[in-house]
């Protein structure tokens, strides 16, 4: 194949000997046509340095296919079928003329070529033989191929579209170029720089440097666009399943909380094991903060200690807020809920009108604890909290069916449990196809009045609230096993590329495994 250098010099000579060339399918080099996209390749470089300039030539012409060039070489279907057949009465049994032009290595003539025989009335058809009407015949379809094989065409448009139908010949596009001198011609081509470099600079050759023109018009690297998370993809989810159910997302966006509203505020005595080091991070610089109502955190002081007015005796222990003070990383998304609670609260005193709301969040949370495979230090928690008058546990138990329903988990079933701020609470635990046992998925509970009754909601207001963790429902989602593979520095990036969007209303990928095919 020739050189881009070798028909850059053609295309120059070419043009120095006869000031222009009329069209490029008649340039030569070594004896052979030039190849004409390999040409535009050299003259798309020489116009670039305005060296020539060209326009296209477009024709249309006939070109045979491989049966097409069998046929224009060894005679048309029919007429093979036809010479198969000798002359005389007797003529050939059928059976015979698939052998006699097997012979010929022509045998997959005898069926097409049969029915064209008969159409052309040069055989016919006597008891179980076949033969000649004629003595002689003329193959005008090898004729015919052979003068489109020379000229790219036929005069006959009704016999072009009959061998196209025959798929003995197809129509192709060629193009061809006229081309002409341009304002810088030349006999040489002059190396042109792409950048300014250092060297350049230093020893002032940029001054006569020629620098090549950038191409507007050329296709760039397509930019490599971002992929989700697969986190993010069933967060997103989530978040859809939530607003389609009228919830309002909480601002939780400050992972750093005062063990004010992430404990005390929830109800959580302050020598739980839960505040201790070993479970929770505390923050170095600043250590501590005061930013939260001073009547508030009274009322609270009032319930740990003896039950304040809600009618429990509280925890029976001297409750201390430089123990509150401490800031800590959120353990969980529910120090946000009781705030919500509280604003809420406010605003029915201001108003004198109680409303009731719906709240969710999707964010990290952070507990000291072993990595492994199925624990990390920072995870995602789900929370859903609905506050409203003379809620029931039925109430929470109706609507997790329904929640969990539009997961695609349609068994579920519930564990009482306890939890420091919620009481009656539940474990929730969802029927696993693949695994074939029950999985437990959420903890859910009613906030108990001891925390309630502080932030000054309505003695008939009742919360009920829920959460799960984003990432076992997504480690299930995709068939993860190790959680550090899916959050942490072991994250393969390719994964976040080829994950695919998630449907949590259907079956997908390993959750299929070991599923029933009744």
Request: charged share 30%; hydrophobic share 35%; net charge neutral.
């Amino acid at each position: 194949m020739s050189t881009t250098e070798e028909l850059q010099t053609l295309i120059l000579t070419t043009l120095n000997k006869d000031n222009v060339i009329k069209d490029s399918k008649t340039l030569t080099l070594n004896g052979k046509s030039v190849d004409q996209l390999a040409l535009l390749g050299a003259l798309n470089s020489l116009k670039s340095k305005e060296m020539i300039d060209f326009t296209p030539i477009d024709r249309i012409v006939w070109t045979l296919t491989e049966e097409g060039k069998q046929v224009a070489k060894d005679g048309s279907h029919e007429a093979r079928v036809f010479a198969a057949i000798p002359s005389g009465e007797e003529g050939l049994p059928i059976a015979q003329l698939q052998v006699r032009i097997d012979r010929a290595k022509v045998g997959a003539s005898a069926k097409p070529g049969q029915g064209k025989a008969f159409k052309n009335k040069w055989i016919s058809k006597s008891g179980a033989n076949l033969i000649r009407l004629v003595d002689s015949i003329v193959d005008d379809t090898q004729r015919d191929l052979k003068e489109i094989e020379a000229s790219g065409t036929l005069k006959d448009q009704k016999v072009l579209t009959e061998l196209k139908k025959r798929t003995l010949v197809d129509k192709q596009k060629l193009t061809s170029y006229s081309v002409s001198k341009g304002p810088d011609f030349s006999l040489e081509v002059k190396k042109e720089a792409t950048d300014i470099t250092s060297d350049l600079l230093q020893s002032g050759e940029w001054k006569k440097a020629t620098f090549k023109k950038y191409n507007f018009d050329a296709a760039g690297v397509p930019p490599a666009g971002g992929h989700l998370h697969p986190l993010m993809k069933v967060r997103q989810e989530f978040r859809e399943i939530f607003f389609e159910m009228g919830f309002q997302e909480m601002p939780t966006n400050c992972f750093a909380e005062s063990s004010f509203w992430n404990f005390d505020a929830l109800f959580q005595p302050q020598q739980h094991p839960a505040r201790d080091a070993h479970d929770t991070f505390f923050l170095k610089d600043p250590a501590t903060s005061d930013r939260y109502p001073r009547d508030l955190m009274e009322k609270i002081k009032r319930t740990h200690e003896d039950g304040g007015d809600t009618g429990s005796i509280g925890y029976n222990y001297k409750w201390k807020e430089e123990e509150a003070q401490k800031l800590i990383l959120r353990t969980h998304t529910t120090a946000v809920s009781s705030y919500m609670l509280y604003k809420l609260s406010e605003e029915t005193k201001k108003t004198g009108e109680f409303r009731p709301a719906k709240y969710f969040s999707i964010d990290r949370v952070f507990r000291n604890e072993s990595v492994d495979a199925t624990h990390l230090a920072e995870f995602h928690q789900i929370e859903g909290v609905i506050c409203d008058r003379n809620l029931t546990l039925g109430d929470l138990i109706g609507f997790m069916d329904v929640f969990f329903k539009k997961m695609g988990m349609d068994k579920i079933r519930f564990k009482p449990t306890y939890n420091p701020y919620t009481e009656p609470s539940m474990e929730i635990f969802s029927y696993h196809e693949g695994l074939k046992s029950w999985v437990e998925i959420g903890n859910s509970g009613m906030f108990r009045p001891e925390m309630l009754e502080p932030l000054g909601l309505p003695s008939d207001v009742r919360v009920i609230a829920w959460g799960l963790g984003l990432e076992r429902p997504t480690m299930v989602k995709y068939g993860i096993s190790n959680i550090r593979d899916l959050l942490g520095h072991k994250v393969n990036l390719a994964m976040i590329k080829e994950y695919p969007v998630c449907r949590l209303d259907k079956k997908m990928g390993k959750e299929l495994v070991g599923l029933s095919t009744d």
